[in-house]
C-alpha cells in the first residue's frame, strides 16, 4: 500500500501512524519544515517561492539567507501586510517579493517552490504546506519534491504570471 493510502487509512480510523516519505514525499507534521528548509538550503542560482502565508520564522529566514548568499529570489505572497516583517527580511537581504491580489477573486492559495529552475539540480516542491507554524508543525498536511521538467515548466510559469502581475513590497 502505499503510503499515502497508509495514512489516509490512519487517519480516517483515527489510529496513529507516522507517515512515510518514500523518495519524494514530506509530510506535516512529521518533518515537513526540515524537508522545504532541504529545497530551499539547496537553491544555488534562483528560488521563487509561492506562498498563500508566510510566517514561519525558520523558513523565511532561510529564504532571506539564500538572497543573502546571492541566490535570485523570488516570493509572491498574499496579503503582504501580514507579513511586514518576514517581507523586509527577504527584501534587506537582497531577494524580491510582491503581493498578489486580482480585481476579479483570483487570490494566492499556491504553496510551491521552484529552486534552481532549468539547471540538473532544480527542485520543485508543491503541496498543501502554508509557511506557518501551524501548518508545518500541527496539521496533517502532504507535499511533494520532484525534479521533472514538465512539472517545473508548469509551475514556474505559473510563478511568472503570479510575480509579473503582484505589486512590490
Known sequence: MSAIERVFNAD?????????DGDNLLWSPTDAESRLLSVVNRATTTLDVDEEEFSDTTLTNAI???AAAGVTVR???EHPSSYSSEISNVD?????????????????????????????TQ??????????ANS???????????????VADTVENQFNSDFSNGTPQ
Open 136 to 150: 508545518v508543525g500541527s496539521n496533517r498536511e502532504l507535499g511533494i519534491i520532484l525534479t521533472d521538467q514538465g
Open 92 to 120: 534587506s537581504s537582497g531577494g524580491s517579493v510582491v503581493g498578489y491580489s486580482s480585481s476579479t477573486g483570483t487570490y494566492i492559495h499556491a504553496k510551491a517552490i521552484v529552486a534552481d529552475y532549468g539547471l540538473s
Open 12 to 20: 480516517y480510523k483515527h489510529s496513529s501512524v507516522t507517515p512515510g
Open 123 to 132: 527542485q520543485v516542491e508543491v503541496g498543501s504546506m502554508n509557511f506557518s
Open 75 to 77: 516570493v509572491v505572497v
Open 64 to 66: 532571506a539567507a539564500r
